[in-house]
């Protein structure tokens, strides 16, 4: 996954390992925190970040039409922020990725997952809050 430097914008490789571990630039040196923010995915990226990421994984599956889902982006977002070296989340779209949702058996929208060890260990469909969010994140640890 590349990365850029919140201070130098350089672009930085960071294996799916290490996403919620801090590290420095390669370019500037300055520290490059843990991801803090959900990132979009594909399904390849998906698998690798499930199969290697060492913290739980914390997945929402939306839509772009999806009203509920336009309401749970900036819960998610707070989540993250507080999840930053504790968890990683990810966003799927489920109507590029319709079949990595059908996989997981999505049939309704917002709906969290959380992975770890590659494994599914919890999941909430329906819009839920920040705070419900991180809790659920954490349960699985």
């Not at 997945?59 to 999806?66: E, G, I, K, T, Y």
């Not at 507080?82 to 999505?106: D, F, H, I, M, P």
Request: with cysteine; hydrophobic share 45%.
């Amino acid at each position: 996954m590349i990365r850029q430097c919140p201070h130098c914008a350089a672009s930085n490789r960071i294996p799916a390992s290490r996403l919620s571990d801090s590290g420095r630039c390669g370019a500037c040196k300055q520290a490059l925190p843990a991801l803090a923010e959900p990132v979009d995915v594909s399904a390849q990226a998906f698998d690798d970040i499930i199969a290697s990421a060492r913290v739980p994984v914390l997945v929402d599956f939306w839509a772009p039409w999806c009203g509920p889902c336009k309401m749970a982006a900036p819960e998610l977002a707070k989540a993250a922020q507080a999840l930053s070296g504790q968890a990683v989340v990810l966003k799927v779209n489920t109507e590029q990725e319709q079949t990595l949702a059908a996989r997981y058996g999505v049939r309704s929208i917002p709906y969290f997952a959380v992975f770890r060890d590659g494994q599914l260990r919890a999941d909430q469909a329906g819009l839920i809050g920040a705070a419900q969010l991180q809790q659920l994140a954490l349960s699985v640890n």
